[in-house]
């Protein structure tokens, strides 16, 4: 398997601009999740789904933020408008039931 | 609050020497999962280790192996013989029992000194 795919791996955008970020959870499992990652906060649970399903977004932290599922294999987070505080590492994982979570290689955002 | 608590900001370990990470945690839960994750400079969050709340039995991988204190609320890990490759950020981790949702700790960064 090749693991939680994220793409794209680094992104720089303007304040202003629209970002997109990707991901293809592991086949079979049903929870996908994801998380920012930055010095100031630590790794932060934005959202997660079960089965494609938002279950809790209560992590996003503005209207600016959004995420779908629109199937089993794909997901998307959407910042539009960026500004420059949303420079983090924005992960993906996935897991199956309650399983331990598994991690893509992450998506490093600069907003300058 | 649900918290996880890692109260050793930095480690370090002499390579092939034995190293043991603290953590606790807070949960009225009976039933959970215990993780250790590992985050090396290229940033991949890496599943170390697991532990079901349920067993007694203390989880091991390799080197890797945990103490587990269930009413004490503590989930420790041990690394022995460390190898400059565990050189990492090190973060302990609950799920919310229920839910698959994760709760990290703050991490620990070691150093293995060669």
């Known amino acids: 398997d090749a693991g939680v795919i994220q793409s794209p791996r680094h992104e720089v955008t303007e304040m202003g601009q629209e970002v997109t970020l990707r991901c293809k959870p592991i086949?079979?499992?049903?929870?996908l999740f994801w998380y920012r990652q930055t010095m100031m906060r630590g790794l932060e649970l934005l959202i997660y789904?079960?089965?494609?399903?938002?279950?809790?977004d209560s992590g996003m932290p503005e209207d600016r933020f959004s995420a779908k599922m629109p199937n089993a294999s794909f997901s998307t987070l959407k910042i539009q408008p960026s500004e420059p505080r949303d420079s983090a590492v924005y992960f993906c994982?996935?897991?199956?039931?309650?399983?331990?979570?598994?991690f893509g290689p992450g998506t490093r955002l600069t907003v300058t | 609050a649900q918290t996880v608590t890692q109260s050793q900001p930095e480690m370090s370990v002499q390579e092939a020497e034995t190293v043991t990470l603290s953590c606790t945690y807070d949960?009225?839960?009976?039933?959970?999962?215990l993780f250790w994750y590992k985050q090396p400079p290229s940033r991949q969050m890496i599943l170390v280790i697991r532990q079901e709340a349920y067993k007694q039995q203390n989880a091991t991988e390799n080197r890797f192996s945990v103490n587990f204190q269930k009413a004490a609320k503590s989930f420790s890990l041990k690394i022995s013989d460390s190898q400059l490759g565990d050189a990492a950020m090190y973060f302990c981790?609950?799920?919310?029992?229920?839910?698959?949702?994760?709760?990290f700790g703050t991490g620990t960064l070691l150093a293995v000194q060669p």
């Open positions: 789904f079960n089965n494609n399903v938002p279950i809790d």
């Open positions: 949960t009225s839960e009976s039933d959970y999962y």
């Open positions: 086949s079979g499992h049903n929870s």
């Open positions: 994982a996935s897991s199956f039931v309650l399983g331990e979570q598994y």
């Open positions: 981790a609950r799920n919310g029992g229920a839910t698959n949702k994760l709760i």
